[in-house]
């Protein structure tokens, strides 16, 4: 079964902290991606961070990063320096690369709010 | 300028009155899909493309058909839209299988409305 799990609904933090949002995977394709996506209060989805199962190294794109932790099924986005601007709903996606290319599951999502 | 396209942006209509959400991409990507984002559910796909006349069910695909005449055309159609169809509709596309990351380029959304 292919399954992403977010399991903190919203989260607040200070401006200028770094803060980690949660996602857990569940899936039975061997090769597969990850994918953090943005929705601010506009409406907009906005593609953020992509991590392969076959890449050795954490992706890092600017003040996101993801920490990827394999063998825990874990893909956690760490943001650095909170802005304002990063208040918004954020998701956590999974594609299969061999076998569930054609499916995309996202999880429930996590509502930030930047405080000033 | 790569885009997906959608429309309405928003829409209200009544029980049973067919309606079609047009969705246009310019970026030549063989794959296209449909979402619907309801309140702590995320999204959920609806249906899928992979290339012109191929099509298959995602996760809900109950009361939506799709077709894809042309590759860069993927509309979506509720043939008897009911009040539980009321959502934000997404429009997504992506290169193929083995090109690039696979990452989804969405469409603005689509907010239904049925009374």
């Known amino acids: 079964a292919q399954k992403i799990t977010q399991t903190q609904p919203g989260m607040f933090v200070q401006e200028k902290e770094a803060v980690t949002l949660d996602c857990t995977y569940d899936t039975s394709d061997p090769s597969y991606g990850l994918f953090w996506y943005k929705q601010p209060s506009s409406g907009e989805m906005i593609f953020l961070i992509y991590?392969?199962?076959?890449?050795?190294q954490n992706a890092t794109e600017g003040r996101y990063s993801l920490n990827f932790q394999k063998a825990r099924k874990s893909a956690n986005l760490v943001i650095s320096a909170s802005q304002l601007g990063d208040s918004a709903m954020y998701f956590c996606a999974m594609r299969g690369i061999l076998y569930n290319f054609n499916k995309f599951y996202f999880g429930s999502g996590t509502k930030l709010n930047v405080k000033p | 300028e790569a885009q997906v396209t959608q429309n309405p942006r928003y829409l209200i209509t009544v029980t049973g009155k067919k309606l079609t959400v047009t969705c246009s991409q310019n970026?030549?990507?063989?794959?296209m899909s449909w979402y619907r984002q309801d309140p702590g559910l995320g999204l959920r796909q609806i249906y899928y493309?992979?290339?012109?006349?191929?099509?298959d069910k995602g996760d809900v695909p109950e009361g939506y058909k799709v077709s894809r005449k042309e590759k860069r055309n993927f509309p979506l159609i509720l043939e008897s839209p009911s009040p539980n169809q009321t959502s934000l509709y997404f429009c997504?596309?992506?290169?193929?299988?083995?090109?690039?990351?696979?990452?989804?380029?969405f469409g603005e959304g689509s907010r239904l409305t049925v009374l």
């Open positions: 493309s992979m290339n012109v006349e191929v099509t």
């Open positions: 970026m030549n990507h063989e794959y």
């Open positions: 991590q392969g199962s076959y890449d050795q």
């Open positions: 997504a596309s992506s290169l193929t299988q083995g090109y690039g990351t696979g990452e989804l380029f």
